[in-house]
T-cell receptor, first 110, second 117 residues
């Protein structure tokens, strides 16, 4: 079993629409983080949400965390073509490393 | 904004050769990591490093791999005898803090694409 699995694996939307992706995990976590990766580039941190938090916002990004269901969601509102990227959730179990999921590839069509 | 820099951006090597991948973490960060991503697959943890020693390593990080912080600014990953399956993007990352209540985000470099022929 994998710690941190995103759903869907791929998402195609029109510019201006919202994009939602989900992450499920198996074990209790210290925090959960979302990262973006543009093709061929490094990962860029988006949001960190701690296990005692339920929701966080950053600009057009909204992250929720449900520890009872061991799941998190990332919502991108009013998407733009520049949001086209892969999005990864990563779980921090013991505060010493991140375990990444397989990612959601998001394509925002102009 | 400070960033993690990695060199080279692309390294081609023959099977059995040694390679050293280099990273300059953000200067006030204390925790350092190497991850790799085989094309189209997950980002996999290799090793974490703190206070001049390995904190944790994955099953991937076998005796062929080693890390070093030789001079207080560089952080290197050495693969002693490369195999075809070592072909991947290797990412260096650093963070300011970690721990249950202090964990901070990882800052990643843009990676080194290693191709083993």
């Amino acid at each position: 079993s994998q710690q941190g699995e995103e759903d869907p694996q791929a998402l195609s939307i029109q510019e201006g629409e919202n994009a939602t992706m989900n992450c499920s995990y198996k074990t209790s976590i210290n925090n959960l983080q979302w990262y973006r990766q543009n093709s061929g580039r490094g990962l860029v941190h988006l949001i960190l949400i701690r296990s005692n938090e339920r929701e966080k916002h950053s600009g057009r990004l909204r992250v929720t965390l449900d520890t009872s269901k061991k799941s998190s969601s990332l919502l991108i509102t009013a998407s733009r073509a520049a949001d086209t990227a892969s999005y990864f959730c990563a779980t921090d179990i013991a505060g010493n490393k991140l375990t990444f999921g397989g990612g959601t590839r998001v394509l925002v069509k102009p | 904004e400070p960033e993690v820099t990695q060199t080279p951006s692309h390294q081609v090597t023959q099977m059995g050769q040694e390679v050293i991948l280099r990273c300059v973490p953000i200067s006030n960060h204390l925790y350092f990591y190497w991850y790799r991503q085989i094309l189209g697959q997950k980002v996999e943890f290799l090793v974490s490093f703190y206070n001049n020693e390995i904190s944790e390593k994955s099953e991937i990080f076998d005796d062929q791999f080693s890390v070093e912080r030789p001079d207080g600014s560089n952080f290197t990953l050495k693969i002693r005898s490369t195999k075809l399956e070592d072909s991947a993007m290797y990412f260096c990352a650093s963070s300011e803090s970690r721990g249950r209540d202090l964990a901070s985000p990882l800052h990643f470099g843009n990676g080194t694409r290693l191709t083993v022929t």
